[in-house]
């Protein structure tokens, strides 16, 4: 049976990353844990290869976490889903949607 | 104090490594800039003219380079001979670029994966692997004459874990390796820098008991210590004595910092069958129940080495805790109770680094020992006069030639406490500056009675139209305090004087370390005119110092 994955879970390991990732990010650049921050889009001050690297280390700690298969980047390639990266909040929600 | 800067070139998307080297270095000045990657040798050429950057860091594919090794990787035949042809012409370019930069190398490798052609991976002209391996030991034969060149191995880092490769980075973003190699080559490439810049460790200051052995000597006598043996603990201790004796080999100083008594301690050293570590192995012993930053400052005080050279292992975390506060220079690793991960301890530690080496490394243990034997002639004898007197200082005066070039570079880029302008050169940059025919560097060998202290100081001096000024002023610390120091004056006048000069000048630039070198020039006959800037017309002024013959 598959073990459900609580939000607090996800969170925790969507932080752990983030804080792991802003080690290669500028003090200007860095990514705040708070779930309104801006990661895709206008306001964001991320550039697309900071945004790849992201989501990719972000699908494999998710995998080696929780065995789950996420794919973050055909979200982020997909000029109509890409809104739903927008900002942390956001982020969770789709983290939240796999199984 | 000048920046670092450092230009990355590579075939693949390097973006990560720049910034975490941006991002840990600020305070260290160490700036990294990338190349557009790919296009490798469109970048090279572009810098083949004197450029602004410090060194450069090649990190490449051989199959992007080497365009025979790529048919290997396509299963193809391929001509060995041709692939080193290729090789020369990628020397030729790095042997030019060496002139103005120091060159960073990245040994080539193959995807951890590989497969090849199994079995026969490694029958030479057919498996990828062998010919590969031949070709970055060709690579490194062509360059080994090379001082301002050095191969990188980061096997060790791309290789840890087979997660470190990944294919969907690679995919999307062109980058092959995931952000802890990144993280890894970085601490690695800065740590090299700072080696390069003289910043690295020179003294290993240990603790005895449950450090170099288990138990304690003082209550239970060197025979019930656990050292080597039929025990697990033993030979994790033994195969600890046995890393820092290598790092000793090396020209790493060791030193004992132990609350204990003195006799047990030695006694273990003495007798006890399986210690591979002996007395002679340390320039210096402290062993007392003083407290340990105490003892720490006095070790490095007799061996003239500053406070931010030394490393100091204890297992007991209250010591390490106050030897941190006192010593917030000396680096106090994390040491716990457990000895088996000693070796991994030591190992992961980054300030061992050689950017050069030389005979003067290799006999640096048995130089700080007689060094021991001069101190402790000092200390019996009535006035500083009567033990010059009694240690008979021969100085030899020279030239740079191709015999100590090396070191002479070395010396100018690691001395830091006596420094008078910290100037840091490469091979190329010294050969270029010194050619020119007013520019004069002499080097100064030293021994005594007790033996031979090699090439310990460095004096250049640049002479225009009457006046001179001295540009460098080096001096090793195992050499201070012998008066060398005036010697160096008497000789920077008596060469300024023979080049027509009528008045001689000197700044200080100051760095966080060689604050010795402005007390010994306040000392100096020469005055002070201005904050920093020293000079001086009254040449009769400077005598050749007592008991100091020059040969």
């Known amino acids: 049976m598959k073990k459900?994955?609580?939000?607090?879970?996800?969170?925790?390991?969507?932080?752990?990353n983030i804080d792991y990732f802003n080690l290669s990010l500028s003090d200007k650049k860095k990514i705040k844990k708070r779930e309104n921050f801006d990661i895709v889009g206008k306001k964001?001050?991320?550039?697309?290869?900071?945004?790849?690297?992201?989501?990719?280390?972000?699908?494999?700690?998710?995998?080696?976490?929780?065995?789950?298969?996420?794919?973050?980047?055909?979200?982020?390639?997909?000029?109509?889903?890409?809104?739903?990266?927008?900002?942390?909040?956001?982020?969770?929600?789709?983290?939240?949607?796999?199984? | 104090m000048n920046s670092y800067i450092l230009k990355i070139i590579s075939d693949f998307n390097v973006k990560p490594l720049e910034n975490y080297l941006n991002n840990f270095n600020k305070k260290k000045n160490l700036i990294a800039e990338t190349a557009q990657y790919g296009n490798i040798f469109n970048n090279l050429l572009k810098l083949e003219k004197k450029n602004k950057y410090s060194g450069l860091l090649l990190w490449t594919s051989p199959e992007k380079m080497i365009?025979?090794?790529?048919?290997?990787?396509?299963?193809?035949?391929?001509?060995?001979?041709?692939?080193?042809?290729?090789?020369?012409?990628?020397?030729?370019?790095?042997?030019?670029?060496?002139?103005?930069?120091?060159?960073?190398?990245?040994?080539?490798?193959?995807e951890h994966d590989l497969r090849g052609y199994g079995l026969l991976e490694w029958k030479s002209n057919t498996g990828i692997r062998i010919l590969l391996t031949k070709i970055n030991l060709y690579f490194a034969e062509k360059l080994k004459k090379f001082n301002n060149i050095f191969i990188l191995d980061f096997d060790k880092i791309i290789f840890s874990e087979s997660e470190n490769f990944s294919r969907k980075l690679w995919y999307v973003a062109k980058i092959p390796y995931n952000e802890k190699v990144f993280l890894k080559a970085s601490n690695e490439i800065s740590n090299i820098i700072e080696a390069i810049k003289g910043n690295d460790k020179k003294i290993i200051i240990v603790d005895c008991d449950n450090t170099l052995w288990g138990g304690l000597v003082g209550e239970n006598g060197w025979r019930k210590i656990r050292l080597g043996g039929h025990d697990y603990i033993g030979e994790a201790f033994k195969n600890f004595q046995f890393h820092l004796k290598a790092l000793s080999n090396s020209g790493i100083q060791l030193a004992i910092c132990s609350k204990n008594e003195e006799k047990a301690v030695m006694d273990a050293f003495k007798h006890h069958s399986e210690m591979i570590l002996k007395k002679d192995d340390f320039i210096?012993?402290?062993?007392?129940?003083?407290?340990?930053?105490?003892?720490?400052?006095?070790?490095?005080?007799?061996?003239?080495?500053?406070?931010?050279?030394?490393?100091?292992?204890?297992?007991?975390?209250?010591?390490?805790?106050?030897?941190?506060?006192?010593?917030?220079?000396?680096?106090?690793?994390?040491?716990?109770?457990?000895?088996?991960?000693?070796?991994?301890?030591?190992?992961?530690?980054?300030?061992?680094?050689?950017?050069?080496?030389?005979?003067?490394?290799?006999?640096?243990?048995?130089?700080?020992?007689?060094?021991?034997?001069?101190?402790?002639?000092?200390?019996?004898?009535?006035?500083?006069?009567?033990?010059?007197?009694?240690?008979?200082?021969k100085v030899k005066v020279k030239s740079v030639n191709s015999e100590n070039i090396v070191r002479t570079i070395q010396l100018l880029n690691k001395t830091n406490q006596l420094n008078l302008t910290t100037r840091r050169f490469t091979e190329n940059t010294f050969k270029k500056i010194f050619k020119k025919p007013n520019n004069l560097i002499k080097v100064i060998y030293v021994s005594d009675?007790?033996?031979?202290?090699?090439?310990?100081?460095?004096?250049?001096?640049?002479?225009?139209?009457?006046?001179?000024?001295?540009?460098?002023?080096?001096?090793?610390?195992?050499?201070?305090?012998?008066?060398?120091?005036?010697?160096?004056f008497y000789l920077a006048i008596k060469y300024s004087k023979n080049n027509g000069a009528k008045i001689i000048e000197a700044k200080y630039i100051k760095t966080k370390r060689n604050m010795p070198t402005l007390e010994i020039f306040n000392k100096s006959k020469l005055n002070q005119m201005k904050k920093n800037h020293f000079v001086s017309n009254k040449f009769s002024e400077f005598k050749k110092p007592k008991f100091i013959s020059i040969e």
């Open chain 2, 284 to 393: 210096s012993f402290k062993i007392n129940w003083y407290s340990k930053s105490e003892n720490i400052k006095n070790i490095l005080k007799d061996v003239n080495l500053g406070m931010s050279s030394a490393v100091f292992i204890d297992d007991n975390p209250i010591e390490r805790e106050n030897v941190k506060l006192v010593l917030p220079e000396v680096l106090v690793p994390y040491w716990d109770d457990d000895p088996t991960e000693s070796v991994n301890r030591v190992n992961s530690l980054k300030c061992f680094n050689y950017s050069s080496f030389t005979k003067e490394d290799r006999n640096r243990k048995k130089m700080y020992l007689t060094e021991a034997k001069r101190v402790e002639i000092k200390h019996k004898s009535k006035t500083e006069d009567t033990w010059l007197k009694r240690i008979q200082t």
């Open chain 2, 449 to 488: 009675k007790f033996g031979d202290l090699g090439l310990v100081g460095i004096i250049s001096l640049s002479i225009n139209n009457g006046k001179s000024i001295i540009t460098d002023y080096v001096l090793s610390c195992r050499a201070m305090g012998r008066k060398i120091e005036d010697l160096m």
């Open chain 1, 4 to 16: 459900k994955i609580s939000r607090a879970q996800i969170v925790k390991n969507l932080f752990k």
């Open chain 1, 44 to 99: 964001s001050k991320l550039d697309s290869l900071d945004l790849v690297t992201f989501f990719t280390q972000l699908e494999e700690s998710y995998y080696k976490e929780f065995r789950i298969k996420i794919k973050l980047l055909d979200i982020f390639f997909s000029f109509k889903d890409k809104n739903e990266l927008s900002n942390l909040k956001s982020l969770i929600k789709i983290l939240g949607k796999y199984k």
């Open chain 2, 67 to 110: 365009a025979e090794f790529a048919k290997s990787l396509e299963m193809n035949p391929f001509n060995e001979k041709k692939c080193f042809k290729e090789v020369d012409f990628i020397c030729e370019i790095l042997k030019k670029l060496s002139k103005h930069n120091q060159i960073f190398f990245v040994k080539w490798n193959v």
